[in-house]
């Protein structure tokens, strides 16, 4: 088991180094299914740093619902829409591998809130990691749609304005 993740993890961070693509994944159902249910974990620890039970679980469910449609949106915009398996399962993967450099991150911005310390290094180190994963989506993007990184760039910035917008209707404390 431990080799099956460490497998895992240097796949999805050899796609986080922009070295391999989307198409470098299986296509099976099963694989999407257990890296969407790898990622609502690692993602429902990470949030529970700072939310309570019911709003992170809310913010995976959001994330994850907003990462699904658009990829699918847009696959079928470039009528591919039979990528969508290895392109949705590069950008769950790579984003459990971000969440894993973002968690010390997320520590990090709680403790100076709950302390009154200055949060511009971790603000800092937050937006670098934002930065890194649209350029990450850029990249699968550009992969699966057989794009510019240019376009996957453009494309990618879609991911988090809506999901922020998204967040701020559905949660509007937070």
Not at 26 to 52: D, E, K, Q, R, T
Not at 104 to 109: D, H, I, S, T, Y
Not at 131 to 153: K, P
Request: a positive charge; proline letters at 4%; one cysteine or more.
């Amino acid at each position: 088991m431990t080799d099956s993740i460490k497998t895992l993890f240097t796949l999805f961070m050899q796609i986080c180094l922009f070295r391999l693509g989307p198409q470098d994944l299986p296509a099976s159902n099963f694989f999407l299914g257990f890296i969407v249910a790898m990622s609502a974990i690692v993602a429902l620890l990470l949030n529970l740093i700072n939310l309570p039970l019911k709003d992170a679980a809310l913010i995976v469910v959001l994330n994850l619902a907003v990462v699904a449609i658009i990829t699918q949106f847009i696959l079928r915009l470039y009528n591919k829409p039979m990528r969508f398996v290895q392109t949705l399962g590069a950008q769950v993967g790579t984003g459990i591998v971000i969440s894993l450099f973002a968690a010390p991150v997320v520590v990090m911005l709680q403790y100076a809130n709950t302390h009154n310390v200055d949060m511009a290094s971790g603000l800092f180190l937050w937006m670098l990691l934002l930065t890194w994963e649209i350029a990450i989506t850029a990249h699968i993007l550009r992969n699966a749609l057989a794009c510019s990184f240019v376009q996957g760039f453009l494309i990618a910035i879609l991911y988090p304005v809506i999901f922020f917008q998204l967040t701020a209707y559905f949660l509007p404390s937070s």
